[in-house]
T-cell receptor
Framework: SQTIHQWPATLVQPVGSPLSLECTVE??????LYWYRQAAGRGLQLLFY??????ISSEVPQNLSASRPQDRQFILSSKKLLLSDSGFYLC??????????FGPGTRLLVL | GDSVTQMEGPVTLSEEAFLTINCTYT??????LFWYVQYPGEGLQLLLK?????DKGSNKGFEATYRKETTSFHLEKGSVQVSDSAVYFC??????????FGAGTQVVVTP
């Protein structure tokens, strides 16, 4: 079965600072990868998904970006964080067109 | 577009009570349906799923039946425990690989 790792687990950053969140996947190859954001007390919003190395699709316009430099590595970045970027960021992996498996998440607080 | 509607929480129950969380959906085609659970401070875990009409998903005492005629996938458990306290998300995947989540329902079980 797949195992998804995310780090850091928690991050506190000032407004305007850069961001890099990393997600790596074990136990599968060529997965589809996803970044979600969960704002406090709200549901999940799909931010990006990737079907392969270097292939990124964005679901919502924002100041975040994603990259997939390796098959099982998915990175979420920002050049300048906004207060509204605070939230819980979840990476998910899926292979075979069905169930998505989620990582433990990164809690980001922008002050 | 595809959407999922869940009952609003929080739902507060006593231990050993019966739990129902309503979920209805709109989608084109024949989506697969899922329930995910998020324990405090953690990522999402797949709880159960159903891939076609009249299928029943079950896990850890939870059950949900895919009802095409009522476009519903209600989650039930006959006797909840304190450890069932979590946020429950209903979701569907109607197009390639993407999950559409409901807003989540928080369940609080008291001793």
């Amino acid at each position: 079965s797949q195992t998804i790792h995310q780090w850091p687990a928690t991050l506190v950053q000032p407004v305007g600072s850069p961001l890099s969140l990393e997600c790596t996947v074990e136990g599968t190859s060529n997965p589809n990868l996803y970044w979600y954001r969960q704002a406090a007390g709200r549901g999940l919003q799909l931010l990006f998904y990737s079907v392969g190395i270097g292939q990124i699709s964005s679901e919502v316009p924002q100041n975040l970006s994603a990259s997939r430099p390796q098959d099982r590595q998915f990175i979420l970045s920002s050049k300048k964080l906004l207060l509204s970027d605070s939230g819980f960021y979840l990476c998910a992996s899926e292979q075979g067109g069905e169930t998505q498996y989620f990582g433990p998440g990164t809690r980001l607080l922008v002050l | 577009g595809d959407s999922v509607t869940q009952m609003e929480g929080p739902v507060t129950l006593s231990e050993e009570a019966f739990l129902t969380i309503n979920c209805t959906y709109t989608a084109t085609g024949y989506p697969s349906l899922f329930w995910y659970v998020q324990y405090p401070g953690e990522g999402l875990q797949l709880l159960l799923k159903a891939t076609k009409a009249d299928d029943k998903g079950s896990n850890k005492g939870f059950e949900a039946t895919y009802r095409k005629e009522t476009t519903s996938f209600h989650l039930e458990k006959g006797s909840v425990q304190v450890s069932d306290s979590a946020v429950y998300f209903c979701a569907l995947t109607a197009s390639w690989g993407k999950l559409q989540f409901g807003a989540g329902t928080q369940v609080v079980v008291t001793p």
